[in-house]
């Protein structure tokens, strides 16, 4: 790794291009990055993020030192180290809440009650950003099912940072709107002294819950039971139609038929339908 560059004193401000950037930014150091983040993440970079994929680099390159954009990425390419895990965090978006779009909780709540079941139920969480997702459906399990309910949940990303986020269960009391005081009281421990105004996840739901680093667009993932639930929601609209079609047919090999498959409010899978059928609003179940 390149040796860090020196902080600039109070009162000097930082070199810059005849942009007024703070390194040199050219089509050619987009098109590269473009193309780096679609063979290792499978994401589509649009022309227009230009502005984001810079402000978003720059943290890197200052990071690791170097000085501009095509001598980080030249060094990128010549290494498989844990930068490129970094590289990926800093291009991946991660926006969620608890029990956002709740209709699906609803559905899910539903179907988990409708079916009978013979086993564990097994549910996976596909996108679980900083934990808020995968933590509201094993709420929503729980609820429906009961308290002495055999369920457990995968959740993943390929986003390293946001996981440990979701392992470690701390969420501020302010970002709990969506949930009641039941559910509070219920599932999270209230901070006191210096975690006042925070809460953390209750011991007994968080070993429900197994984290794993997986990247979807690889033909590697590590599971060998069935899921009967899989949420993969706002993940396919970074990906073109090649990468998501490849993307649902790994998800239909790791589900049991009739299984769910929840998606994002925007994006839609009519031309997969060998695959799943519509169940509802953006819901899938999955043909045999």
Known sequence: MAAALPVPPW???????MQGREFPWCDADFDKVQALIYQRAGISLHDGK???VYSRLARRLRETGHRSFSEYLHWLEGHDGPEWQEFINALTTNLTSFFRERHHFDILAEHLQ???HHGTWKLWCSAASTGEEPYSILMTALEALGS?????????DIDSKVLATAREGIYRVDGLKNLSEAQLQRFFLRGK???LGRVRIKPELQRMVQFLSVNLVRDDWPF???FDV?????VMIYFDSKTQRQVLERIHRVMAPKGLLFVGHAENFSEARDLFV???KTVYERLP
Do not use: I, Q, W
């Open 193 to 195: 002294d210096a975690n």
């Open 278 to 280: 519509p169940k509802g």
């Open 224 to 226: 060998r039971e069935p």
């Open 50 to 52: 230009h502005a984001m």
């Open 11 to 17: 009162g000097e401000s930082t070199p810059t291009d």
């Open 114 to 116: 409708s079916r009978p």
């Open 148 to 156: 002495g309910a055999r369920v457990s949940l995968v959740a993943s």
């Open 230 to 234: 899989v949420f993969c929601r706002n």
